[in-house]
């Protein structure tokens, strides 16, 4: 049995709170990323073009058919909207997307270090892999079909050098698999900086992600092969870089581990995370 829809007025009162906390969490700065979710009429509640998420208020928020037209509300849908809409297109089982631009995981897109690669075991279990989606210009249709085949297979997906989708059942949800993947790169790149990274077994791999299809779900095509061989991994990450190109000893390669590095930070008496966001922002020249 499906879950009951939110209704709008509580629904509203989500979309803020998650808006704030993306702002709050480093997950996106100044009018970046977007977030939406379905209304119990099936059409779309989403956060309206070029307003900041960290002071995100309810006349912030449009009302959009499945189409994209506008149909209530100040101001325009932002043009990602096609991808928010491309996901509910693919999954009827998402009921909200969030969009935003998390430093570190685009960090890795630019320095071509995949996060498709099974390294903690919690991750495998809750959310599988991380693919990463050829480069495509922001905004565009071809930036949305290209993660249509992504998001058959995945919850959370990086776009090359521009930023994260994160999909869910419900608003809650979709910001988890955000977080886990953003603190999932953070733990990697800390490792790469302390010598490189120690993937799991496939076996262990497989095992824990039947595990966590049959207890936690995902998307249905993957719960569908819980059961299989690989569960499903080979299938779901064939196009992903770091299944089809493993390292043979589990450790980054030189290049990748010289790249990594660039972000590397001094702590001093700061917080790791605010260190490292801060030596990415810097490195991306928004610092
Ligand atoms: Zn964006």
């Avoid at 309810?58 to 096609?82: C, F, H, N, W, Y």
């Avoid at 495998?124 to 949305?144: E, H, I, Q, R």
């Avoid at 001094?266 to 928004?286: H, I, M, Q, T």
Wanted: proline share 7%.
């Amino acid at each position: 049995m499906s879950t009951p829809f939110v209704p709008e007025r509580r629904l509203r009162e989500e979309m803020l709170k998650f808006g704030h906390l993306c702002y709050e969490r480093h997950l996106l700065v100044a009018m970046d990323g977007n977030l939406s979710a379905i209304l119990p009429d099936g059409n779309v509640l989403c956060t309206k073009a070029g307003c900041h998420k960290g002071f995100l208020t309810d006349d912030d928020l449009v009302v959009i058919d499945r189409s994209g037209r506008k149909l209530r509300g100040q101001g325009s849908p932002t043009s990602e909207m096609a991808m928010h809409l491309a996901c509910y297109d693919e999954r009827p089982d998402v009921r909200a997307v969030i969009h935003t631009h998390p430093p570190i995981s685009i960090a890795f897109t630019i320095a071509g270090v995949s996060m498709a690669r099974c390294v903690l075991p919690e991750v495998v279990l809750t959310l599988g892999t991380v693919p990463t989606v050829d480069y495509a210009t922001t905004g565009t249709k071809s930036l949305a079909d290209g993660i249509r085949p992504y998001v058959r297979h995945h919850d959370a997906i990086l776009m090359d050098r521009h930023g994260a989708v994160c999909l869910g059942k419900d608003l809650l949800t979709a910001f988890c698999n955000l977080e886990t993947m953003e603190h999932t790169a953070l733990i990697t790149k800390t490792a790469r900086d302390l010598g490189g990274i120690k993937e799991l077994p496939p076996e262990e791999a497989v095992k824990l992600r039947s595990m966590g299809l049959k207890r936690y779900g995902g998307p249905p095509s993957a719960v569908a092969k819980a059961d299989g061989p690989h569960a499903d991994l080979p299938e779901a990450c064939h196009a992903c870089s770091g299944c089809a190109h493993p390292t043979p000893s589990g450790v980054a390669p030189k290049s990748e581990l010289k790249m990594a590095r660039v972000v590397s930070a001094p702590l001093a008496n700061k917080s790791v995370e605010d260190a490292l966001v801060g030596e990415v922002l810097r490195a991306l020249g928004r610092g």
